[in-house]
């Protein structure tokens, strides 16, 4: 499984970005997909997660209401739409997929433990 993050880059505190995460998998609609990011110096954190159907979502409480997370199972994609950006998140941003049903979408580890990694996109949000 191969995952390509796309859409980082810089703007302007209050802008918006779009990422997109195109995922060689066979048969999308069995992964939970999910966003990360990594400020530099810090931990990588948690974002926002899709249910494999799409039908569930969940975000950290620091991007509510500002990011949407959605998926097109027939094009492999999953998109992180980011409005009224904040200089809090510039990070490098990943997406990952796991297949593992019994740990729940929205539950780090099991990405972090058992799940599969793009390369990265940088956003850079000036202030």
């Known amino acids: 499984v191969q995952l390509q993050a796309s859409g980082g880059g810089l703007v302007q505190a209050g802008g918006s970005l779009r990422l997109s995460c195109t995922a060689s998998?066979?048969?999308?609609?069995?992964?939970?997909m999910a966003w990360f990011r990594q400020a530099p110096g810090a931990e990588r954190e948690f974002v926002a997660a899709?249910?494999?159907?799409?039908?569930?979502?969940y975000y950290v409480d620091s991007v509510k209401g500002r990011f949407t997370i959605s998926r097109d199972n027939a094009k492999n994609t999953v998109d992180l739409q980011m409005n009224s950006l904040k200089p809090e998140d510039t990070a490098v941003y990943y997406c990952?997929?796991?297949?593992?049903?019994?740990?729940?979408?929205?539950?780090?580890?099991?990405?972090?433990?058992?799940?599969?990694w793009g390369q990265g996109t940088q956003v850079t949000v000036s202030s």
């Open positions: 990952a997929a796991k297949t593992t049903a019994w740990v729940s979408y929205f539950n780090p580890a099991g990405y972090e433990r058992s799940g599969y």
């Open positions: 899709i249910s494999r159907s799409g039908s569930n979502t």
């Open positions: 998998i066979r048969t999308s609609s069995a992964y939970d």
